[in-house]
């Protein structure tokens, strides 16, 4: 079997098209590249969703942290301190366990125990937590000068925090933002070995190279080229979120604009 | 445990709960609190001393070494850490049974490879088949903490070398003036004044460790996570004194609010040591501290 048969056969194997039997013997590198980055289209689909998603959440959760109201300050205070201090693979279990309660109280919630929504509603709660965390810091290095410009020129409340404070917010946080993004993307990898059923394996990249290893009892070939696509993809990350980051520093003075590193900080 | 826990079948309520709280099973699942704790008391130096010798090796004025240490720092980026573990676990024992497979049955002329198989001989088995149980769990136990030194590890080197760079040009320069040799100056001047640069990044490493300590259930250690799935699950009458449904919501719900106190009770030490470290840095926090006093 040619290489490209295998591409066709297992191209989309993850999202259920295509050969219905993953390789059990004789297995080739062809094979390995091609399921492996099969699974990768499941966690480009939790990263980009959850990311996409927790972003306005994370804004709400730094706005109501900082809010002088304890009705709002409280429980975004806490949203963020369970989620920021609790392992992301307890909450991915404790989720599943929940939405099988749910599941048996009402039918209705029956979506809720897949991966594909349960899991995703877990990492967008976790990235909307530690965004939230990084962006209610941005929120309070504003400079107070902005603001007090935003306000001689008679801006109040929402006009005043569209146009000066999110902006500014969004600026300092930026860099920071990127690397929670990277640790979003990386966290994806979770999601198939706590609880969530991977159905007619269909699974995510790590989920087709523990298969490849555990078949083989060879790890020296698949986890490389895990590692090597999720390099890939970082790099690609990294590259579209500097492109923001160039838009939403373009006022500054040249030499006072952050680069954005291609080095990433690697804590969260 | 108490005495009124002869027959449960015929207790019910919160006395019930106190005998089911406190059977044999149940202490396991206690113990493996104190696993989780032990495993990550020791994984933390062994990650530091990874990191410290990382370090170093970056700075080394060696080129190999140096790239060597670069590569090491480099590693952790980019690949999610989890991948790290999964491979780690397996190459790290496949290696260790290669070097004593070579060293034991020299005469040995089939591939070790075979297929899917990986061979070698019987007497090169980690540990050997007819060891005991105990030795299995630790030497699982040891791969794991030796896989988490070296990712921890990896992460630490980057702290730790950020934080050499940190201190100020200008107190080596002072060693040198003394005629310190490169080797003391490292030791008594830049070691000793690291730290607090470098307190930061591992206080928030030490969080990140704290909250990746359930991997270990993926690394075949029996800890906590195992013993919730284990425990929680439908007992059912027929093997049990304790049948109920499925409680592994509520087993869950127990570790995360025992990782919530941990890493709460981990936030606080660590900013009181913080505090403590400040006296007499030439940073902003030990100046304001100068300045109050």
Redesign the interface.
Known sequence: MSCWETVADYAFRSLGFGERLLPR?D?TLCQQFTLIGSGLIWNVYYGALALGFGFFLAVSLAVGKAAANPLFRKPAEWFI??FR???????F??AY??F??LKQWQPVFDPLTSAVLGALIVLFFNTAAYSGEIFHGALRSVPRGDVEAAEAYGMTGWTKFRRVIFPTMLRLGWPSYTNEA?FLF??T??VF?SGFPAWQQKGDA?YY??YF?D??????IP?PI??FY??LL??VLIGLFGLVNRRLNRHLPQDQRPRMRL??Q??? | MFSYCEDPSTLDGLVWLSCYLTTGKQFLFYQSFGTVLILLFITAPVALAFGFGGAIAARSRIAPLRWVGKLYI?M????????YF??FV??LD?ALEWLRHKWKCPDWDQPI?Q????IVCAQAKLPLSAAPQVWHEVYNASLAIFTFGIVFGA?AA??LFGAMRAVPRAQIETAEAYGMTPRQAFWRILVPQMWIYALP?LS??WM?L??????L??LGVEDI?YW??EL?GSANPRFTDYPHG?W??WY??A??VF??AF??LSEIVLGRLTERLSHGQATLGGVKQGKAA
């Not at chain 1, 201090?85 to 909450?91: A, M, V, Y």
């Not at chain 2, 980026?77 to 989890?82: C, K, L, N, S, Y």
């Not at chain 2, 297929?115 to 990986?118: I, K, M, Q, V, Y």
């Open positions: 013997s297995f301190f369970v201090g609790s392992p992301l693979f307890i909450q279990f404790l366990f929940l099988l309660k990277i990386h966290a990898t979770l070995f790590l190279a523990s290893a078949k083989t009892f060879n790890p020296f986890y895990v590692a999720f390099v970082t790099l080095k990433p690697i804590l969260r | 480099a952790v980026r980019g690949v999610p850490d989890i991948v999964m491979f397996i190459a496949q490879r297929g899917s198989d990986f992460f980057n702290v990044g928030n490493l990140i704290i909250k990746a300590t359930p991997l259930f993926l996570v919730a799935r929680g499925d592994r919501l869950f719900l570790l995360l990782y919530l890493t709460r």
